[in-house]
């Protein structure tokens, strides 16, 4: 019922995608205001990576407040998030940083912690070097493994950045999780069965989770924004989450559609707002390309494809429950 309240409460939006029941809604605005328009405890889940004020160079939106208030608006933005999620809801807040501001993520943690309490922390591992020889025998490598992205840094001082924060939050501590829905197989087969939970061969894969970007010929015509994720990224937290339970997908910081793209391939109802129309129409066309029936109203349903403006310069990061009748899509 909250659903469909929510489903009305927002007016109608820049961008619309159906597939099958689910309804998946774009919304161009300052996601304080449409938040604030939301009704309480409506939302499941949101996936989502706000601006890190770390300079990044959006189309529309200028990444560099005073740190004072970029951190009021944090606060700002997080309760109203709290506000507006199920009582066992999640907030799976994604943030990085950078080498010579190394605290950014871990205070807007600390900003969300006094809305929400932080149940798990997880780390988006973006590339990953595995020797053979720590990997054992029984990894079969015939050599070194360096996998995935990362954008090279060039100094004596500081490492190459290869891994993100997923941060956690629930409104009581106490959400539960289907870990199982992004387990991994176990490697030993005599495991199965001495663990409680090995059901299916399947264990928890853990909070660090290796999803590599796709590799792309060209930022403009195939990822034209500075700071997306992976789908698959906003595809694991959601399942996590639990699939069946998810009602409403919310990602106020939309982008390109990383969540929306999920949520469509799970088949749940979304919601995503960002400020940028372009950013906005982009995500909406990439989901109604990515479905083989999607119904796209209120947007051009070009795919992928340059921006209107100049192209933003420089890149600052580099199952089990699915309801049945959601179209399993290929993400990345
Ligand atoms: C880190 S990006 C999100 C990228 C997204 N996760 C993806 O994978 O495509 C942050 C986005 O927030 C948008 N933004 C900034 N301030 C906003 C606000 N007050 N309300 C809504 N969107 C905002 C920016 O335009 C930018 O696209």
């Known amino acids: 019922m909250r659903t469909r309240h929510a489903r009305h409460a927002l007016g109608r939006p820049a961008a619309q995608v159906r597939t099958g029941r689910a309804v998946l809604r774009f919304f161009v605005g300052d996601c304080l205001e449409l938040l604030s328009q939301l009704p309480a405890g409506s939302v499941s889940a949101v996936v989502t990576s706000p601006p890190y004020n770390l300079g990044v160079r959006y189309r529309s939106y200028h990444d560099s407040l005073p740190r004072e208030r970029y951190l009021a608006w944090t606060s700002r933005w997080v309760q109203l998030v709290a506000r507006v999620l199920e009582p066992k809801g999640s907030l799976f807040l994604n943030v990085g940083s950078k080498p010579k501001d190394p605290w950014i993520a871990l205070d807007v943690a600390a900003v969300a912690r006094t809305h929400l309490r932080l149940q798990n922390t997880i780390h988006w591992v973006k590339s990953v070097a595995i020797d053979r020889e720590a990997a054992g025998r029984a990894a079969r490598l015939d050599r070194d493994l360096a996998l995935g992205h990362y954008k090279p840094i060039n100094s004596d001082r500081f490492l190459n950045d290869c891994h993100e924060f997923v941060f956690h939050f629930t409104p009581g501590g106490d959400t539960p999780l289907d870990r199982l829905a992004i387990g991994v197989p176990y490697q030993d087969a005599s495991n199965i069965g001495r663990w409680r939970g090995a059901a299916g061969g399947l264990r928890c894969r853990g909070n660090t989770w290796f999803i590599p970007y796709d590799t792309i010929q060209s930022r403009v015509r195939e990822r034209p924004h500075p700071a997306t994720f992976p789908p698959r ?100």
């Open 233 to 332: 990224l906003a595809e694991f937290c959601l399942r996590l989450h639990g699939a069946a339970r998810l009602r409403l997908v919310l990602d106020p910081f939309l982008g390109l559609g990383s969540t929306a793209l999920a949520a469509a391939a799970l088949g749940v109802d979304f919601v995503g707002i960002d400020v940028d129309s372009e950013y906005v129409k982009e995500a909406a066309a990439r989901v109604s390309a990515r479905l083989p029936a999607g119904e796209l109203s209120g947007a051009s349903a070009r795919p992928a494809g340059p921006p209107a403006a100049s192209p933003p310069r420089r890149s600052r990061r580099s199952g089990r429950s699915a309801p049945q009748a959601a179209p399993r899509l290929p993400l990345d």
